[in-house]
């Protein structure tokens, strides 16, 4: 049963209206929408949305992840993958998210949240954390996470991120680990992440960076880099001609640290930092000798950087 402290994060994405819990439902006072309880602590929010909007939209990037994570989930495979990200990325993405100054430490949101590998991690430091993502297979895994370590205080929403069912001003932190490059209008997310966030709050993008990097190596994963020219030849060779066939995380910019500073401050953000998004980096697709060459690059030079941190405060 969902707790009436969780429930007053929530209200319904299609009117605003209150939500009140009925049997494994939750049903808007305002336009009677109902939406699904489909596990401990977790809804299906996105039947209700705007599907139509959704699913030409966002159609690519949704197959591509939902596959992955049907795999994890029927072979096990999750646990593997929690365990890689904890050995690989815990302690350098957790410590980049505290260095940003938080007025409080009461509500963390991850978007895009795959399997909330950080989310269930940072629990501990929060009072409550949200997971919000747009396939169902992540978010069994991520029940099942949770569950894992006998972890309560979460909310899991199965949601479009441009239309996220949760109350304004009401999150202290925000992360997303690699999400909104996979929107063809990127402000649109940005505009929901700024409406949900409190006064001062934070919110911590990696994006690719368009640079060498991702006019290179990144093309094995149909990367469009996000600059005139550029990106409609890039969307013409793996859209047209590819057919999506390498477009492995679904449809996905680079951008210049110039355009996101450009749309963070004209959503309202009052302060926006870029730098590197200092982690671990897997080489793949590359020979074995080639891949120290490529590591040493990425760490030093900003023309190979592979992802950037945006952090920006409201």
Request: charged share 25%; net charge positive; glycine share 4%.
């Amino acid at each position: 049963m969902i707790s009436d402290e969780l429930l007053s994060y929530l209200w319904c994405p299609l009117c605003k209206g209150v939500l009140k819990i009925k049997d494994k439902l939750l049903i808007c006072n305002r336009c009677r929408s109902s939406f699904r309880v489909i596990g401990d602590n977790t809804i299906d929010f996105l039947k209700s949305a705007n599907s139509k909007r959704w699913q030409n939209d966002k159609e690519i990037s949704f197959k591509s992840w939902d596959s992955i994570y049907k795999k994890w989930l029927v072979s096990n495979g999750w646990r593997e993958k929690w365990e890689e990200y904890k050995c690989l990325y815990l302690d350098d993405t957790v410590s980049q998210l505290f260095a940003c100054k938080l007025r409080d430490k009461k509500v963390f949101l991850e978007i895009g949240c795959g399997p909330c590998f950080l989310g269930c991690e940072l629990a501990k430091h929060f009072e409550i954390v949200i997971g919000v993502d747009f396939s169902r297979e992540a978010l069994k895994i991520a029940q099942r996470v949770f569950e894992n370590r006998k972890i309560s205080n979460f909310l899991l929403l199965c949601s479009d991120l441009t239309q996220m069912p949760i109350v304004s001003d009401r999150i202290d932190l925000i992360y997303g680990g690699g999400v909104i490059e996979h929107f063809r209008n990127p402000q649109t997310v940005i505009e929901e992440l700024y409406r949900v966030l409190r006064a001062d709050g934070v919110a911590f993008n990696t994006v690719p960076y368009l640079n060498l990097a991702s006019l290179t190596y990144r093309q094995y994963w149909g990367n469009i880099p996000n600059f005139p020219l550029m990106k409609q030849i890039a969307e013409f060779i793996h859209l047209k001609l590819l057919r999506a066939r390498h477009m492995r995380f679904g449809y996905e910019y680079s951008f210049t640290k110039t355009y996101l500073r450009r749309l963070h401050r004209k959503v309202g953000f009052s302060e926006v930092k870029i730098d590197r998004f200092n982690v671990a980096l897997k080489v793949e697709l590359l020979p074995r000798f080639c891949r120290y060459l490529v590591s040493y690059l990425s760490n030093r030079l900003p023309l190979f950087w592979p992802m950037i941190k945006v952090v920006a405060k409201k």
